[in-house]
């Protein structure tokens, strides 16, 4: 016989609000001897089994059997759950019969033309095989609805409809796109002091134009646009308005819903400055050595962006002396009558606090020792804020994580106060690539390469690289390893294979092979100290230039070279802010049949001008010095003109240039013998054009010259000149260089502008 137990729960039952009810004493119903499932095929009995709070050998109430149907049913597989009494062979069971939602066996879309199918079933969390859950599908449908949005469809509509069969169900997804929408215009009433394209300028909100089919530009996105207008409180104080006052925008579309006109309204109100800058609260340091480390300071432009960096740059004071939990309030107190504003820091500086343990969590590919060799803190040591943001930072020039992925979370230990364990918690991404692209350059001309290269070789942050890249006037094949810390210790380890035929020379081509292998080491944060050791061969062929000796040429270098590396850029890859600099000296001569010293020096800086405007610059110097009789290579010399260096000029335009018998022709002819010296500085200024496209313009000037002995040789000091715009596009193959270069008094040998195309960021 079998008693039921309990009303059925539907869809509709709410366990929250049936969990608030009052449902009377308890009652006490009958001992359990057993519990039983009946009617689940998909869901295991086990899975249910271990949702209730009701166990054998337990006597039942009617609040523990309310609550174990509420469990069972918020596991969203059943569509009704019933409770039983069975009697059987003298026991009692509790038996509980279900009935299973359907399974999704087909999802569907309709009315979607200008999204494919595949692109929406990427949104959703429903997927095929899952059990139909109807909160999900109402939540698929703000999620299709998101991604219209984005695409610039801000009237698309979602819906849903059911076809059920015996224990499956098809899913329709109803959508009704409309037509694109696209902001025609954004007006600014109100703003006195900050005129409309400062303001556009700072939102992500933007007004079609003639690039938006290459970008999302244009397009209109509420959740973009409720930011933007917080945006603009936040840029408004960075220029002291503290009272800005932006009231509600006003969106109006057009009547055949294709366009949105946005208008804000502000009050800008009076520009306050800085008045006194006060401290108070447990202070561990004197006001002069805080009032040193801000930026805000009496008599400035209140800036509220300042004021956020001045918190942090106090709260790390606090921390390095390993107050962990340093709290720093800020108060503004307005001067009465001034617009001026009066900053008062208060500190609580808590505990002394030190590192726990420190884990790793997410790293199914590299290992935890990748990780833990670029950190700067330590189990056991006094908390550091400092230590702790450069950990981070190091971790993150890895490369090995997706952009913002890297987290280090502190989690006070249970029972204390001071001792702080660190979580770090990162999120892998692929760092092996493979690429094959063709194109052409006005260097190279038509070209084939190819690249494999994997960043996190193992998993142990090892580089291994293998570039191929073929041309009329240039053959390169070279295959490295890189080893950055050799037997876990600070010591990095590398090689190289690499042959080279080359076109570029006009006076002959050459063909250069050979090895290197280098060790380095850290002498400072940022810093380290390297030497290569490197031997090759090379052979000159089809030599047209008559004063060209091949003797010279021909022949191996047996060389050593010690440089010095200091690189302090935010991306090693795209840097828009810091600075790298470089000197070596190379030694050729321990073995082989070359001779010679050579000495360079490169410093670059790295900007952000204002906004996404980056300046960048580099000044580079080199010196070939000859140790014996024999002449230096024309293949080792220097020479300069083209893509790489001096833009307004052709390949081989710079350097020493003499007059010698051409083979082919048998006249004479302007030949380019190449210099012992050479002296190059670069500046430009970088802005994307289209940012979603990866797509910048730049504009650019260089100076240099080469020489043929030394540059200060006789007060010869001639400095050529050149400058020019381009574009750059950061495209899947690296990036590609389009550069009109025009020259500053060109000689009639050297002609005009040069249009260069070329790979490859310059610096």
Known sequence: MRTLLAIIFFLSFSAQSFAQEIIGPIKEMFLVDSIEVEGNRKVESEALLEKL??????????????????????????????????????????????????????????????????????????????????SSLKNDLRLLEKHYEEKGYFLAQASYSLKESAES????????????????????????????????????????????????????????????IERLKYYYKTKGYLQINVQNPEVTASEDKKWIFITVRLNEGPQFTVNDIFFNGDLEFSDSEMTEKLKLKSGDIYNEENLRLDIQTLTEMYQDKG???????????????????????????????YFGKITVKGNTKTRDKVLRRELRIYEGDQYSGSKLRISKERVNRLGFFQPESVIFNTITRKGTDNVLDVEISIKERSTGQISLGAGYS?????????????????????????????SDFQQIYNLGFTEPYLFDTQWTAGADYYQTVSYFIRSFSYKKHGADVRVGHPIFEYTRLFLTYRYEDSKVRDVINTAIDE????????????????????????????????????????????????????????????????????????????????????????????????????????????RALNRDTNTLEMFNFG?????????????????????????????????????????????????????????????????????????????????????????
Request: proline share 3%; glycine share 8%; no cysteine.
């Open 53 to 134: 709070s009701i166990q054998q050998g337990m006597i039942l109430d009617n609040y523990l059997l309310r609550r174990d149907l509420s469990r069972i049913y918020e596991m969203k597989y059943f569509e009704r759950v019933e409770a039983y009494q069975k009697k059987a062979e003298g026991k009692d069971i509790l038996l509980f019969k279900v009935v299973e939602k359907p399974i999704i066996s087909k999802i569907h879309f309709e009315g979607n033309d200008e999204i494919s199918d595949d692109d929406l079933k990427e949104q959703i969390k429903s997927k095929v095989y899952n059990i139909l859950d109807v």
């Open 551 to 658: 003797k010279v040429e021909n022949g191996s270098a047996s060389s050593l070279q010690l440089s010095l590396i200091h690189d302090k850029r935010n991306n090693i890859f795209e840097p828009t802010k810091g600075h790298y600099g470089s000197t070596s000296l190379e030694y050729t001569g321990l073995g082989g049949s070359m001779r010679w010293v050579k000495a360079e020096v490169e410093g670059r800086y790295y900007y952000p001008v204002w906004r996404d405007l980056v300046f960048r610059t580099r000044i580079q110097g080199a010196q070939l010095f000859k140790t014996t009789e024999r002449e230096i290579p024309r293949i080792e010399k220097f020479s300069m003109g083209g893509a790489r260096n001096m833009r307004g000029f052709n390949i081989e335009d710079i350097g020493p240039r003499r």
């Open 323 to 353: 107050y962990a939990f340093a709290n720093v309030l800020r108060t503004l107190e307005v001067v009465p009558g001034e617009n001026k504003v009066d900053v008062v820091f208060s500190f609580e500086k808590g505990v002394i606090a």
């Open 169 to 228: 169900v098809e899913v329709t997804f109803n959508i009704k796109e409309w037509d694109k929408v696209r902001v025609k215009k954004i007006t600014f009433l109100g703003n006195n002091d900050i005129d409309d394209e400062t303001l556009k300028g700072f939102m992500q909100t933007k007004e079609e134009s003639y690039f938006s089919f290459m970008s999302s530009s244009g397009n209109f996105k509420e959740l973009d646009f409720q930011t933007d």
């Open 675 to 763: 210099g012992l010296s050479q002296f190059l500085t670069t500046i430009e200024f970088e802005h994307p054009l289209i940012k979603e496209a990866g797509l910048k313009w730049v504009v650019f000037a260089d100076v240099g010259n080469v020489w043929e002995e030394r540059m200060l040789k006789d007060g010869n000091f001639r400095l050529r000149a050149d400058y020019g715009f381009g574009f750059r596009w950061f495209s899947p193959i690296g990036v590609l260089r389009f550069e009109f270069g025009f020259p500053v008094n060109p000689t009639e040998e050297e002609g005009g502008s040069q249009f260069h195309f070329d790979i490859g960021q310059l610096f």
């Open 442 to 470: 006005t260097a190279t001309k038509a070209f084939v390469q190819a690249s494999i290269a994997q960043n996190n070789f193992r998993g142990l942050g090892q580089n291994v690289n293998l570039n191929v890249s073929y």
